[in-house]
């Protein structure tokens, strides 16, 4: 009833690219799921807007029905992906909470200890994965090379474990 999606459409489609939508919906997810700590929260709440926006836009720019839907889907993909991220990074989201208890870990440090991994897979999958689908690179390409990265990210910026 408010026309929050004719509202994003209206602020996002004359000053970005179509191909940022999804990277921008998969930031913004992370920060809706952190800040509310629900995933299934999130996705009611960005579904109804990013779906619509994100076709508005691609539309509006003039892109063919085909692109136009590549982009759809990758929005889909991100609301998730952005959820589960956001989530999982929450101090009070309900997961993370009970993984804390299971674990008999101080809450604060299992969020800690958690959040700079999920963040660098963020990252990683929105730098290798989100932008490059959106711009039609397949996923058997991307994921590979989003594999790599974090490959590499562990060999030369891990610390082993052991004493």
């Excluded at 800040?35 to 076709?55: D, E, K, V």
């Excluded at 929005?75 to 989201?93: K, Y």
């Excluded at 993370?96 to 660098?120: E, F, G, K, W």
Aim: aromatic fraction near 10%.
């Amino acid at each position: 009833d408010m026309h929050t999606a004719d509202l994003l459409t209206s602020l996002l489609s004359d000053n970005i690219s179509p191909y940022f939508v999804p990277a921008i919906t998969l930031l913004l997810a992370a920060i809706v799921a952190f800040s509310t700590g629900s995933s299934w929260g999130t996705m009611a709440i960005l579904y109804p807007l990013m779906l619509p926006a994100s076709w508005e836009i691609c539309q509006a720019s003039g892109m063919e029905y085909a692109e136009s839907l590549s982009i759809f889907h990758n929005v889909v993909a991100c609301v998730l992906a952005g959820a589960v991220l956001g989530d999982h990074c929450s101090p009070i989201s309900d997961t993370t909470i009970l993984s804390s208890l299971a674990s008999s870990c101080n809450h604060i440090d299992h969020v800690r200890t958690q959040m700079p991994y999920a963040l660098t897979v963020g990252l990683v999958a929105i730098l290798f994965g989100t932008i490059p689908a959106a711009y039609g690179i397949p996923f058997w390409i991307n994921i590979p090379i989003a594999i790599t990265i974090l490959y590499l990210i562990v060999q030369f910026k891990g610390r082993s474990t052991k004493s």
